[in-house]
């Protein structure tokens, strides 16, 4: 027989498990936020060379991070926490026709130059594996695990 000193175990309550998902979704949108803002100060940047204001400036391909030229975009993503959930995103005016394909209104809004440069998915993308693992090993954190 085995003999467990008392409070060797903690007891799982609700209140360890939800302080567990509100840290674990802190730390996921954290690493979306970095992932995103690494991309956009780093891309491939295999676009085309233009001269803006009398300097190069080497653009980004379709499906690539947006090049990074004035830095407002980069320092828009942010993510917005409620409760058991968070929004990830940018409130910048060109970010959601860089994240999105085009379509018949955004032509006529002057955007029928710009492909897609999808930045939050890309990010998503990269950071999607470890969702599972942040999300266990905070909440099991939490619960004394």
Do not use: C
């Not at 008392?6 to 007891?11: I, M």
């Not at 996921?28 to 936020?33: E, F, K, P, T």
């Not at 391909?61 to 929004?87: T, V």
């Not at 969702?131 to 939490?142: A, G, I, T």
């Amino acid at each position: 027989m085995i003999n467990y000193s008392k409070g060797f175990f903690k007891p799982l309550d609700s209140n360890n498990a939800y302080r567990g998902i509100q840290n674990a979704n802190k730390h996921i949108s954290v690493a979306l936020i970095k992932t995103a803002q690494k991309g956009i100060k780093n891309p491939p940047s295999t676009g085309r060379i233009y001269i803006i204001n009398g300097r190069a400036h080497k653009a980004s391909a379709q499906g690539e991070y947006p090049a990074n030229r004035s830095g407002r975009l980069k320092k828009s993503i942010k993510a917005d926490h409620n409760k058991l959930e968070f929004e990830f995103g940018s409130d910048i005016s060109y970010a959601v026709y860089l994240q999105q394909y085009k379509t018949a209104q955004d032509r006529s809004s002057g955007w029928k130059k710009i492909a897609p440069r999808p930045f939050l998915t890309l990010a998503h993308d990269a950071v999607k594996d470890n969702f599972e693992w942040l999300m266990y090993s905070r909440v099991n954190k939490e619960l004394g695990l």
